[in-house]
């Protein structure tokens, strides 16, 4: 099943920006927009934005969501440690009838 | 504020079979859609299913036609029957809550498919 492709590795610095993309389909990103969820390491999930840039109550102003055509973007400003983790994107595809994941990026805080 | 606890993984071997548990506590809606999504050791998230608030149900086409997923709005329960399970099935499954997309996660439950 045909998923989302995101880079599998970023890192910046401390207090930077940092911007993650998920690139997708007319089907899915192009369609419906991506939500983003940040796992640390030996946790579940947890939903940052869904349909784009929608914040889930409590989830800081410093994660914001967009979206370009069948891409999707996760910006990251002010860099802290605890960013450090790996951030996955999430599409329902209705050419499929069904939900599809990006690999995940592993972002580093240096 | 809803809490999800999956049970039911464990040890099987190949072609074998499992039937996984998801429970709610707290505030659910019967509206919400709830999924199963997997995550085998050091790789990233699977979608495997998901059964929406209106009754209908959607499989990953590596699942279809050997995993069930099933709803007891009466229990608030989520289950997951698993059959004809293989190696590549081994993972943590986890439940999900989606009111605007993957809200709610459990802790997940550990499948091993191994002889």
């Known amino acids: 099943q045909a998923g989302l492709t995101q880079p599998p590795s970023v890192s910046k610095g401390l207090r930077q920006t940092a911007t993650l993309t998920c690139t997708g389909n007319?089907?899915?990103?192009?369609?419906?927009?991506a939500a983003w969820l940040q796992q640390h390491q030996g946790h579940p999930p947890k939903l940052l934005s869904y349909?784009?840039?929608n914040r889930p109550s409590g989830i800081s102003e410093r994660f914001s969501a967009s979206r370009s055509g069948n891409t999707a973007s996760l910006t990251i400003t002010g860099l802290q440690p605890e960013d450090e983790a790996d951030y996955y994107c999430?599409?329902?595809?209705?050419?499929?009838?069904?939900?599809?994941f990006g690999g995940g990026t592993k972002l580093t805080v240096l | 504020e809803v809490q999800l606890v999956e049970s039911g993984g464990g040890v099987v071997q190949p072609g074998g079979s499992l039937r996984l548990s998801c429970a709610a506590s707290?505030?659910?809606?019967?509206?919400?859609?709830m999924h199963w999504v997997r995550q085998a050791p050091g790789k990233g998230l699977e979608w495997v299913s998901v059964?929406?608030?209106?009754?209908?149900?959607f499989y990953a086409d590596s699942m279809k036609g050997r995993f069930t997923i099933s709803r007891d709005n009466s229990k608030n329960s989520l289950y997951l029957e698993m059959n004809n399970l293989r190696t590549e099935d081994t993972a943590l499954y986890y439940c999900?809550?989606?009111?605007?997309?993957?809200?709610?996660w459990g802790q997940g439950t550990m499948v091993t498919v191994s002889s």
């Open positions: 999900a809550e989606e009111n605007d997309a993957f809200d709610i």
């Open positions: 707290g505030f659910t809606s019967d509206d919400s859609a």
């Open positions: 059964v929406g608030g209106d009754g209908n149900i």
């Open positions: 007319s089907n899915n990103i192009g369609n419906q927009g």
């Open positions: 349909r784009n840039n």
């Open positions: 999430s599409a329902w595809d209705s050419s499929l009838s069904a939900w599809v």
